[in-house]
C-alpha cells in the first residue's frame, strides 16, 4: 500500500541520541523527554547552555555563531561610603570576551528573544591606587536583546563571576583599604549597550554600566568597590555566518503543555551562611537561614510571589552584649520576616529577588527592611539548590549556601497527563 503524504512526512523523523529531531523543512513538532544535570553551586550562569527541558535539537547555525570581543571602558570610583573618597579617581579597564548567539536550540531562548551568552576576562588597574592594587575577574555573562532592528539592537547584559584583588585590608600594612577585606571577591557586571551589525564579520557597540567587587561580607571591612564607566567594543565572527543567519528554530512544545492550566509553586529552603568579622569583632559567626516562598507563574519567564524568612545569626549576640545588653534568650536574636517575591526563569535557573520586612528581633541595626538575591538551580523534580546574598540597602550581610524542596500545585481544570 502507497503511504500518504502525512505518513511522509513522518518518516524524515531521525532518532539519534534517543531523542526525537526533525527536520526543519517540515511542519511538524513533537516532544522528548526531560533529563537532568547535578548543580554547580558557584558559576550557574556556565549552565545556560545546558538544556532547557533537557531536549536537544539540531540546527546548521549552531555551529556558526561564536564571536571574540574586545572592550575598553573608561570610568571612575563611586565612593558610596565616605571612607572610600580618598580613591576617587578614572582609569580604564580592559575587557575580552568569547560569546556564542543564540537560535532557539532551547525553549528559554526564544521566550528572551534569543540572547548571547559568553565568558568574560576583565582587567583594571583601579586608578594605580596603592591601597587597591589592581582586579582581576573572569565571569559568564548573558546578553538579553531589549529592541531589535534590522542590524541594530539594544541590549541589557548581566554577568556574576570571580575576581581576585591584589590588595586587601591589612590592619598593619593597607589600614586605609576598607573596601576589600579579601584577594578572593565575587564580580558582578552589569551593562546597557547599543550594538550594530557592520557587515556578516564585525559587529560594534557602545555601552555605559556597572563594575562591582564584593566578597558579600564573608571578610571584613567589606564596603564595595563600584565603577561606573562608559565603553566600546569591537566583535569579530570566527566562522562565516551562515546565509540563514536570521532563521530562529522554534522549539516543539510538550503534550499537553499548549492546554491553559493554573498552578502555583511552594519553595521551602535552607541555607547556610558564614561570616569573617575578626576585624570588627575578634572572631567568626555562622548564620542558620529557613525561608519560604510561593510563586504563581505570570509569563513563562516570570513569576510573582512572597515570602518568609527566619534567620538566626550569631553575631547579633555579640553587638548586644557589647552594647551592654543581655542576652538570656538566644531565640530573641532571631529576625523573622515577611517579603514580596520575584523569579526570572531561564529553564531549571531561577534569579530571584526578595524585598521584605522584618517582624521581630533584638538587634536592629540593620534597619527593618531587608532584599535577599539568590540564583536557584532545579536540579530534579522536588528539589533544588541555591546561593543567596542578603542585602540591608544595598550592604552585603552575608552569602548563604543551601538546598530546598520544590511543589508544584495545580488547582482549576483536571490537567490530562
Do not use: C
Request: charged residues 20%.
Amino acid at each position: 500500500m502507497r503511504a500518504s503524504k502525512h505518513d511522509e512526512i513522518l518518516l524524515t523523523m531521525q532518532k539519534k541520541n534517543d531523542l526525537t529531531i526533525f527536520d526543519l523543512r517540515t511542519p511538524l513538532t513533537h516532544s522528548v523527554k526531560s533529563g537532568y544535570l547535578i548543580i554547580s553551586s558557584f558559576l550557574f550562569f556556565l549552565f545556560l547552555s545546558s538544556p532547557a527541558q533537557s531536549q536537544e535539537y539540531e540546527h546548521l547555525l549552531f555551529t556558526s555563531n561564536m564571536l571574540v570581543e574586545g572592550r575598553f571602558y573608561y570610568g571612575f570610583l563611586y565612593a558610596q561610603h565616605i571612607e572610600l573618597e580618598g580613591f576617587d579617581s578614572h582609569f580604564p579597564v580592559f575587557e575580552i570576551n568569547l560569546q556564542q548567539e543564540t537560535y532557539g536550540k532551547h525553549r528559554w531562548e526564544r521566550a528572551f528573544s534569543y540572547p548571547d551568552i559568553g565568558l568574560t576576562f576583565l582587567y583594571t588597574g583601579l586608578g594605580k591606587s596603592p591601597e587597591l592594587g589592581s582586579a582581576y575577574t573572569i565571569f559568564p555573562f548573558i546578553n538579553f536583546p531589549l529592541f531589535r532592528y534590522k542590524n541594530l539592537s539594544f541590549n541589557f547584559r548581566f554577568g556574576l563571576g570571580v575576581a581576585y584583588l591584589t590588595k586587601r585590608f591589612d590592619r598593619l600594612t593597607d589600614y586605609k583599604n576598607l573596601a576589600i577585606g579579601s584577594h578572593i571577591d565575587a564580580s558582578i557586571n552589569i551593562m546597557f549597550q547599543t550594538r550594530y551589525k557592520l557587515s556578516n564579520r564585525i559587529t560594534v557597540s557602545l555601552g555605559g554600566g556597572l563594575q562591582h567587587f564584593s566578597n558579600g561580607s564573608l571578610k571584613l571591612p567589606n564596603y564595595g568597590l563600584n565603577i561606573l564607566a562608559v565603553n566600546a567594543s569591537v566583535a569579530y565572527r570566527l566562522a562565516r555566518e551562515n546565509r540563514s543567519i536570521t532563521d530562529r528554530f522554534i522549539a516543539p512544545t510538550e503534550p499537553f503543555s499548549a492546554i491553559l492550566r493554573h498552578s502555583f509553586d511552594i519553595d521551602v529552603g535552607f541555607a547556610l551562611g558564614w561570616k569573617n568579622m575578626k576585624a570588627v569583632l575578634g572572631e567568626n559567626f555562622m548564620v542558620y537561614h529557613l525561608y519560604g516562598n510561593t510563586f504563581f507563574p505570570v509569563k513563562r519567564k516570570s513569576k510573582w510571589g512572597f515570602g518568609l524568612d527566619f534567620s538566626y545569626d550569631e553575631s547579633h549576640i555579640k553587638i548586644l552584649e557589647n552594647e551592654g545588653a543581655v542576652v538570656d534568650n538566644k531565640l530573641k536574636i532571631i529576625r523573622p520576616g515577611i517579603n514580596a517575591a520575584y523569579m526570572l526563569l531561564l529553564s531549571k535557573l531561577g534569579f530571584i529577588v526578595n524585598f521584605g520586612y522584618y517582624l521581630g528581633g533584638e538587634e536592629k541595626s540593620n534597619g527593618p527592611f531587608y532584599e535577599k538575591l539568590s540564583f536557584q538551580y532545579k536540579f530534579s523534580k522536588y528539589f533544588f539548590a541555591n546561593v543567596m546574598l542578603k542585602v540591608h540597602w544595598g550592604r552585603a550581610d552575608y552569602i548563604g549556601w543551601g538546598f530546598g524542596i520544590h511543589l508544584e500545585q495545580f488547582y482549576g481544570k483536571k490537567i490530562r497527563k
